[in-house]
């Protein structure tokens, strides 16, 4: 069954509690200055979205990343730091700042348990902090999964992922006591990772945009 296409992100309005999915979201940051969060949705994410500036460097996408194996982009991040891993690495600093200095009136949940860090027309990296009290955000699922290709969105688990992260981000956690594997390295790529993760973790219904 063909899910509805997602409703759009708003603009910001002048009044603060509106701004629940919005684009350039006004943060105030320290020392007077005001950054802009270029995508946000309160309880679920900061999202940042920048164009890697090192073509060459940037991980090409991997054909065998539906079968399992791991992709180019997680050999690729265990190689030296790039121009564009150096690109990636700030805008994830950026975005956690972003996260840190929401003010107590957007925060009363606590702050956003993912980050989603955007290499335009390339690649999707996601972050995690699920106790969402500023603390580190880490790769997520794992470092070797945690960045989606953009071939990778024409599988359905892996839209379901995102799909979820925009949702009902908390349904995420990993259960400490249960075992887990990582798309990396899973039989079955991402089914087999969804599969795991459909097992070990309690899901609440999902909402709508």
């Not at 399992?68 to 994830?92: C, I, L, N, Q, Y």
């Not at 700042?97 to 980050?115: K, Q, S, T, V």
């Not at 979820?164 to 798309?183: H, K, N």
Request: glycine fraction near 8%; charge should be positive.
């Amino acid at each position: 069954m063909r899910r509805a296409r997602p409703a759009a992100p708003n603009p910001t309005v002048p009044d603060e509690a509106g701004n629940v999915y919005v684009f350039e979201k006004p943060v105030p940051l320290p020392h007077g200055t005001t950054g802009r969060i270029d995508l946000y949705r309160r309880g679920s994410f900061v999202l940042e979205a920048k164009q890697g500036s090192d073509n060459s460097s940037r991980p090409r996408p991997s054909p065998q990343r539906a079968s399992g194996s791991a992709s180019s982009a997680v050999a690729h991040s265990r190689a030296a730091p790039s121009a564009w891993d150096t690109a990636m690495e700030r805008a994830k600093q950026q975005a956690q700042m972003y996260a840190r200095n929401l003010p107590p009136g957007e925060i009363g949940d606590g702050r956003p348990p993912f980050l989603v860090v955007v290499d335009v027309g390339q690649s999707i990296a996601l972050y995690a902090e699920f106790t969402r009290s500023g603390g580190n955000y880490l790769p997520f699922p794992d470092p070797q999964s945690y960045r989606i290709g953009l071939a990778d969105l024409t599988d359905e688990d892996t839209r379901e992922l995102l799909r979820t992260v925009w949702l009902d981000p908390m349904s995420l956690i990993r259960p400490p006591q249960r075992g887990w594997v990582s798309a990396a390295t899973s039989p079955t790529g991402w089914r087999g990772w969804r599969g795991r993760w459909k097992a070990t973790t309690t899901r609440r219904p999902s909402r709508t945009f």
